[in-house]
């Protein structure tokens, strides 16, 4: 059974003990959470000096890295009905645990399983199957990026919403 629930930020908010009922508990957590989001968006730059660039520009950076990062290291990743979830929430938390993420949601397609699935009932992910979501926080700034398929395109784009 598992007694951990982690909230879409990847961050774990509760957990069955037996002092999670304890209200001092409670508000510990709470507050180490509230420490660990506020250092997750506010943390130290220590790469800063490398970068020749507004504060905007340094997030669309961020964002094209991270949706590059997913793209390339994932495409090729066996997929089924059966792992589809479970590696939806794999690439949502190995992008959650990068500098400057806030949030970010990951959709696979599953009418593209049910129309490719072969012989061994899985295929290998493609970039037409992502979607994907990130929200980035640079000190002030921050930009929502995508990564999904365009029909009208014929192509996987990865490009800024806001």
């Known amino acids: ?29 709470t507050i180490n959470l509230l420490a660990d989001l506020k250092f997750r968006w506010n943390m130290p730059d220590i790469a800063e000096q490398f970068f020749n660039c507004s504060n905007r520009e340094r997030a669309i950076f961020e964002a094209g890295i991270k949706l590059g990062t997913i793209y390339h290291q994932y495409v090729g990743a066996p ?33 593209n399983i049910h129309r490719h699935k072969g012989t061994y009932k899985y295929i290998t992910l493609t970039g037409d199957m992502l979607d994907v979501s990130l929200d980035i926080q640079y000190k002030d700034s921050s930009v929502r990026a995508r990564l999904r398929y365009i029909k009208e395109m014929d192509y996987p784009l990865m490009y800024l919403e806001d």
């Open 1 to 29: 059974m598992n007694n951990k629930r982690f909230g879409s930020n990847g961050i774990l908010i509760a957990e069955k003990t037996p002092q999670s009922t304890n209200p001092a508990f409670i508000i510990s957590r």
């Open 79 to 111: 997929v089924s009905l059966s792992n589809l979830e479970s590696l939806e929430e794999a690439i949502k938390q190995s992008v959650l645990v990068q500098p400057f993420v806030a949030n970010a949601s990951v959709k696979i397609n599953p009418e």
